[in-house]
């Protein structure tokens, strides 16, 4: 438990001329940036080694190799590979590149476009139709592709959401928090 004169300590130290306040803003963000600088380098490149990786090795009951070859078959799953993973193959290799210095302001709109594409294309094949809208079609695709894959959430709407492809939209989320805190200690 906090003693309550520790308390009061830190809120009157919240009350510091605007000058002060600068000063202890830019040491927060000085030691925060490399943090977020990691967190945004292990996050793509978890988001890329999904992409490039979830349809092609096997990982026990978190995916369905057969279902997912059944349902693209030949080169059409290799060329479906190859087109989403890339642009985000390309954001983390210039990530690794400027890494340790500021990134120029092209990367941070590449990441940016990337990730909200990426957010928002997993909203539109996952959680709409999961939550809202149902899509038959869609549906089946997906019991083919990830029916035998472990879930945890119930089926809805004909669909369920498996274990690996939430990981995914939970780290394009976070992926996004941490562009956003990065983006904006950037711009202070």
Known sequence: MIPIPEILYILSRLNHAPAQQRKLSCIIK??????????????????????????????????NLAGVRAANPGAK??????????????????????????????????????????????????????????DPARAARYRQMCGAAHAFLPEHNGIRPNTLHILLH????????????????HHL
């Open 30 to 63: 000085l030691a925060m940036r490399p943090v977020t600088m990691y967190a945004l380098l292990a996050l793509q490149t978890f988001s890329v080694l999904f992409l490039a990786l979830h349809d092609w090795i096997p990982l026990g009951s978190f995916n």
């Open 77 to 134: 799953l290799l060329t479906t590979t190859l087109v989403s993973a890339a642009p985000y193959a390309f954001g983390l290799a210039a990530s690794i590149i400027y890494f340790g210095s500021p990134y120029p302001n092209w990367l941070f709109w590449w990441l940016w476009i990337s990730y909200a594409l990426l957010f928002l294309g997993q909203l539109r094949a996952w959680w709409i139709p999961y939550l809202l809208r149902p």
């Open 170 to 185: 939970a780290s394009t989320a976070a992926l996004l928090i941490v562009l956003a805190a990065l983006t904006f200690s």
